[in-house]
């Protein structure tokens, strides 16, 4: 091949290897939590139990790392099928740092059957490439036209998982 050819076709494939986007995996860990919850409400109902079989995932962006929690299909105690907004919010430790992971969707509850809760997400700021993830209070809220009820959610043991963080190393400075 002549040289002027092989230069030609190492620079356009250079080029192409350059342009082409990067993906990274991302790696979700498993995450299971028993909570007990009960319903804010003037009644007191009885609390209720809710298995949450979830996964984690914590991805790099520079010095931030995205912490993203889908929470799996809990059964809620609902009596009657209806349309309601769910709002989620998780108190939580990564690596000793406070973070509150928050979410929202619109889904329909029916009685007893799963429903999607909302994916939770936040940040920390760290460099590290593993992340020690203990969960804490739990608060779902479910929101109609009627007004808005909340359950308040404690889990039942303390949990803590290692959580590896996807994407680019940063270097200390």
Same mark, same amino acid.
């Given at each position: 091949m002549h040289l002027r050819r092989a230069a030609l076709a190492t620079t356009a494939v250079l080029s @192409?290897?350059? %342009? *082409?986007? @990067?993906?990274?995996?991302?790696?979700?860990?498993? %995450?299971r939590v028993a909570y007990t919850c009960k319903i804010a409400t003037i009644f007191t109902p009885d609390p209720f139990a809710m298995p949450v079989d979830a996964t984690l995932t914590?991805?790099?962006? &520079?010095? /931030?790392?995205?912490? &993203?929690l889908s929470m799996g299909k809990p059964v809620l105690p609902v009596d #009657?099928?209806?349309e309601a907004t769910l /709002? #989620?919010?998780?108190?939580? /430790?990564?690596? &000793?740092?406070? +973070?509150?992971? +928050?979410?929202?969707?619109? @889904?329909?509850l029916k009685p007893n059957t799963p429903v999607n809760? =909302?994916?939770?997400? #936040?940040s920390v +700021?760290? +460099?590290a490439t593993s992340l020690a993830f203990i969960p804490g209070a739990l608060t779902v809220t479910v929101a109609t036209a009627d007004g808005a009820v909340a359950?308040?959610?404690? =889990?039942?043991?303390?949990? #803590?998982? *290692? @959580?590896?963080?996807t994407g680019p190393s940063v270097t200390p400075t």
């Open positions: @192409v290897a350059l %342009l *082409a986007p @990067v993906t990274t995996a991302q790696a979700s860990t498993p %995450l914590a991805v790099r962006e &520079g010095a /931030t790392v995205r912490l &993203g #009657s099928e209806f /709002t #989620s919010s998780l108190k939580a /430790t990564a690596n &000793g740092a406070a +973070t509150t992971l +928050t979410g929202a969707g619109t @889904v329909v809760l =909302p994916v939770l997400k #936040s +700021t760290t +460099t359950s308040n959610c404690t =889990p039942d043991a303390a949990t #803590s998982v *290692a @959580v590896p963080v």
